[in-house]
């Protein structure tokens, strides 16, 4: 007998169908070269302030650089592609392409959690427990974080990729503009009963760890309650990691809830702006956040605007 599989492969060339619809081309390619350029800018220019001060070189600010590594990282995995797709009028990707997109882009939002969680650590630190901060936060304890947030979204993730990848597939259509795990799951011709139960439990791992943060967050405002120094420090440093947070689960939850359950009779444009949301508004905002927020950076990336304003000041006297 001949196997309901036979002519199903792996080296099968998937249609990212969400592409279609984005015309003209043309303003999406301009918009898409401005966003990537500028969270590459926004991004590189913060991470090469903090290595080139030495000032600069506390655990906060090495735990800021690895998160502005992980927005160039995870939107690298999408735009580059995105990009091509425009330039080229394709909208289809190979097997071993879309496998690659998928574990760079949901690592990279895994990775996104873990970070936020040492950088939540980090404060209650600086702000509970300040005269302890530099023996807890040894140089060596810094890397130890800083390898977690790294190691731990690729561990985790590794039994969902290979589960996925030894499915057969009877599909090769994908609702979306970038590949996820989910939508090639779709494609298969068998129960995924597994995978969607691991899947749970990844998403259940990681929205611990945002509720790790609140937690940590709330332990902070009781400490900070009769210290009127500790609340500014909170409010300075604290603020820029909540709104980041915020952002960034509920865009995580709302691309997780919709491309498992959300209706097609949802508008083509509307389904793609709320994917990619997630890979234009944190990668922006968090290094202008953490930028401009955080007085110590905005001095070292701002000195000549510093000195032109005092310049100008002497001058008009």
């Known amino acids: 007998m001949t196997s309901a599989y036979d002519n199903t492969s792996n080296n099968v060339i998937f249609t990212l169908t969400g592409m279609k619809d984005l015309r003209p081309q043309y303003v999406f390619l301009c918009l898409a070269l401005t966003v990537y350029l500028l969270i590459i800018v926004l991004n590189i220019t913060l991470i090469v302030t903090v290595l080139s001060e030495k000032s600069l070189h506390e655990p906060m600010y090495f ?170 420090k909170f409010m300075r440093t604290c603020g820029p990691h909540f709104v980041s947070l915020l952002n960034f689960t509920i865009a995580v939850l709302f691309d997780i809830m919709f491309s498992r359950y959300g209706s097609k009779d949802f508008p083509e444009h509307l389904r793609n702006a709320f994917q990619v949301e997630i890979l234009v508004i944190p990668p922006i905002l968090n290094p202008l956040m953490y930028g401009l927020k955080l007085s110590e950076v905005r001095k070292r990336l701002f000195p000549k605007c510093k000195k032109s304003k005092t310049l100008t000041f002497c001058q008009s006297k």
């Open 63 to 232: 735990f800021v650089c690895s998160l502005c590594f992980n927005e160039i990282y995870g939107t690298t995995g999408f735009y580059p592609k995105f990009i091509y797709d425009l330039l080229s009028s394709s909208n289809v990707i190979s097997y071993n392409g879309c496998m690659t997109q998928s574990v760079v882009i949901y690592s990279s939002f895994m990775c996104e959690y873990t970070t936020l969680v040492i950088m939540a650590y980090d404060r209650y630190v600086a702000i509970c427990r300040p005269l302890e901060y530099h023996n807890i936060l040894r140089t060596q304890t810094v890397a130890k974080a800083i390898l977690y947030s790294w190691t731990f979204p690729f561990i985790v993730g590794l039994p969902n990729t290979i589960l996925t990848s030894q499915l057969p597939l009877c599909g090769s259509n994908i609702d979306r503009i970038y590949c996820d795990n989910w939508s090639i799951v779709k494609q298969s011709c068998i129960p995924t009963t597994t995978i969607n139960t691991y899947g749970f439990v990844l998403l259940f791992i990681f929205m611990a760890h945002a509720l790790i943060v609140m937690f940590s967050y709330q332990r902070l405002i009781v400490a900070c309650r009769n210290s009127s120094d500790s609340k500014r």
